[in-house]
């Protein structure tokens, strides 16, 4: 192949801009001009803290190291609170998802009520269904439970019914034609398929719980966020600092196992 030629194919294809992605564009610009003002959004007064801000970040450099007692069992009570959300979580999105899944369920009406449910359900923020749930049964980790249960169920929920639906048909097929009931179609034919991705799943929601079930605490659904909230109001930044590299420590620990074990699994 001579140089020209390569040089060719190294070479982008060019588009020209069309009018309709250059309204796009002013449209961008506009709305971030009227979101900026709307908001009233200084950024100078970011810049004219600074100086604040590099003080308070200086003192959580020196972190309490003392603190650490009361740290580590608020935090193993924060990874067993997304360890039980979890699991709640994922046992209810597997059943759901054999119920919407319109290649197990054939009747239409029954997997598109299910679905808009299932929709409805994931709209809603996290820390809105802590504060609901610290309404109902009080301030403290099975609030948070709960509301990570219904995240946990949100996330897993959705990828596991479309792994479902994308599964080879012809087990089912041949399972049904020698008369065998769900239950079995099920057991011998969707789940060999699909329960790595199930398994997967999971994992990446608890990833996402343990990042979230920090933040849960901020309004009193137990866990190590309610103290990051107390050290903060009372200016004890040390403390702060404490809480900070342990959460950092302990999430990218287990976003690095998790992650490690997801890939061994889709192997």
């Given at each position: ?132 749930f610290v309404a109902i049964v009080g301030i403290g980790p099975v609030a948070g439970v709960l509301a990570l249960a ?118």
């Amino acid at each position: 192949m001579s140089s020209t030629e390569q040089e060719k194919l190294m070479t982008l294809p060019k588009k020209k801009l069309k009018i309709l992605n250059w309204l796009w564009v002013l449209l961008f610009v506009a709305g971030l001009f009227i979101s900026t003002n709307e908001t009233k959004t200084d950024l100078g007064a970011l810049f004219a803290n600074f100086g604040e801000f590099a003080d308070i970040f200086l003192q959580m450099l020196h972190p309490d190291w003392s603190y650490l007692v009361t740290v580590v069992p608020l935090l193993l009570e924060t990874i067993k609170m997304a360890i039980l959300g979890t699991a709640i979580g994922s046992v209810i999105a597997f059943i759901y998802s054999l119920l919407i899944a319109r290649n197990i369920v054939k009747n239409k009406a029954v997997t598109g009520i299910l679905r808009i449910i299932m929709n409805i359900i994931r709209t809603i923020p996290d820390l809105l269904l802590g504060a609901i749930f610290v309404a109902i049964v009080g301030i403290g980790p099975v609030a948070g439970v709960l509301a990570l249960a219904i995240c946990t169920f949100g996330i897993v929920v959705k990828l596991f019914y479309e792994a479902i639906e994308t599964i080879d048909p012809g087990p089912i097929e041949a399972l049904t034609a020698v008369g065998a009931n769900k239950i079995q179609i099920i057991v011998f034919a969707v789940l060999p398929q699909v329960i790595t991705y199930f398994i997967s799943y999971c994992l990446y929601a608890f990833e996402i719980n343990v990042r979230a079930s920090t933040v849960l605490g901020y309004i009193g659904a137990g866990g190590i966020g309610l103290y990051l909230q107390q050290t903060l109001q009372i200016f004890d930044y040390p403390k702060t600092g404490t809480i900070i590299i342990v959460i950092i420590i302990v999430v990218v620990l287990i976003d690095y196992v998790s992650s490690k074990s997801r890939e061994a699994l889709m192997q």
